[in-house]
């Protein structure tokens, strides 16, 4: 090897050793960020900017949350129920802990999203285009919502506002997907005992006229995997179509949609804040075949379903048995979910939450509307352990668009939020100690037959 060759390889390798420590030290500033003059939206940015969908390491959000409750002064507990599922409580101590806590909950999971998937900005960036609105997955479900609970709190505890009641703030880290590692089993945790939980605040949704959406009940998911067995051959054959794994899912699938129909015929008469009263049925799965010419012997299908509110279990699990007998021999099925039927929060004046919620919402001239959605939440665990649970996003005259692509969130309804929670939180904290039942399912009301 030539001498100028050894000297240009020398300058090279001492150029990538700079650019590698360059980077190390950007690296190293990102994880130590500091928040302390962020605005609210800096935050909100920087929130979106950690890419947290589900099963992704949560780490920096952990992180995230811990600079800001150090900001806050407030103590922060990290719990691993389900190892690799972190959530993270922060807690603003009333002046009476003996009396029952305002819990604010939201999750840090969100779903994939991919720039290439059509998205205007990168999804994981917090842009904010020449319309004022924030473009990233978490803006409407609901990494805002975290940052409007924040904000709201820390102006409370700034402004040396007293509060009756404890609040606390969770985050849970799998919502998206059930909720197996975070809300199910933290409600049978004594962390959650010891925070002596009075009400329930969580996610609501967007809403595309000039209310907020309060979701008081959630329709609950059950999902089934249908199994199609049947004679496998060379394509070239030619089998009884019932005798196929085919012909069987074709059956199924004619009987599901038959059921579908008679639903989405209620589904177009029901009113826009009342999902509960029909049942939605999708087969979003079909998997089957090993070869372009081989008859394949199993077709499987993935059916997910929401129950209306009123549905009885047991005569929905007979209906779908009743479908899979009729269909054909050699089905079978198997629950992958099955949520059990959710109460419902009652809405009216003999709630003292509901009041205190509608009290703050009066203050600001927001109309608030009781609506039961189409999909679910974590609120509906908390219902089912006996809490009662109100779900509210402040996104008034906003599109829909969790979940989708170029979700985002105008910066002034995001702002509105952070003031509409700040009276919210307070009412809700200083509800005189006489005025709430020791029992919570005082507040709740079985709807299911």
Request: negative net charge.
């Amino acid at each position: 090897m030539s001498r100028i060759m050894m000297n240009k390889i020398q300058v090279f390798t001492v150029v990538a050793l700079l650019q590698l420590q360059v980077s190390l030290a950007v690296c190293n500033k990102a994880g130590r960020a500091d928040y302390s003059n962020s605005s609210p939206v800096e935050l909100l940015q920087a929130y979106i900017q950690i890419n947290t969908t589900t099963y992704n390491d949560l780490s920096d959000a952990v992180e995230f949350w811990r600079q800001l409750a150090a900001l806050a002064d407030v103590p922060i507990n990290v719990y691993e129920i389900v190892e690799g599922f972190p959530i993270v409580v922060l807690k603003w101590a009333g002046t009476d802990s003996s009396q029952h806590s305002i819990m604010l909950n939201s999750h840090m999971d969100v779903v994939p999203a991919a720039l290439e998937d059509g998205w205007t900005y990168d999804p994981f960036s917090g842009h904010i285009d020449e319309n004022n609105f924030i473009y990233g997955r978490g803006t409407q479900d609901m990494k805002s919502v975290s940052i409007q609970y924040y904000t709201a709190l820390r102006r409370l505890k700034e402004n040396n506002v007293t509060l009756l009641r404890d609040v606390y703030m969770t985050l849970m880290p799998d919502e998206e997907v059930g909720a197996e590692a975070g809300m199910i089993p933290f409600l049978q945790s004594k962390e959650f005992a010891e925070m002596n939980v009075g009400i329930e605040l969580d996610e609501g949704s967007s809403f595309p006229l000039p209310v907020i959406a309060v979701f008081y009940q959630d329709k609950v998911v059950w999902q089934i995997k249908v199994d199609c067995h049947g004679v496998s051959a060379h394509g070239s054959t030619f089998p009884a179509t019932n005798d196929t794994a085919t012909g069987k899912c074709r059956n199924v699938m004619n009987k599901f949609f038959e059921f579908r129909d008679e639903q989405y015929e209620l589904a177009k008469v029901a009113p826009p804040n009342d999902a509960g009263g029909y049942t939605s049925i999708n087969i979003n799965k079909i998997n089957g075949g090993t070869a372009n010419n081989v008859i394949p012997s199993l077709i499987s299908l993935t059916i997910d379903i929401r129950l209306g509110t009123t549905v009885n279990e047991v005569q929905m699990d007979a209906k779908i048995r009743q479908i899979i007998a009729e269909s054909g021999s050699n089905i079978t099925f198997s629950y992958i979910l099955k949520n059990p039927q959710s109460p419902a929060t009652i809405v009216n004046a003999s709630n003292p939450y509901w009041n205190a919620v509608n009290k703050a919402a009066d203050e600001l001239g927001v109309g608030l509307l009781a609506t039961i959605p189409p999909g679910s939440t974590d609120a509906r665990h908390v219902r089912n352990a006996g809490y009662p649970a109100l779900g509210l996003s402040p996104m008034p005259n906003t599109e829909l668009l969790l979940h989708s692509v170029n979700e985002r969130l105008g910066v002034t309804t995001f702002l509105n939020g952070i003031d509409l929670y700040e009276k919210i939180i307070y009412y809700l904290a200083t509800i005189p100690a006489e005025d709430t039942a020791e029992d919570g399912t005082e507040y709740l009301k079985v709807t299911a037959r």
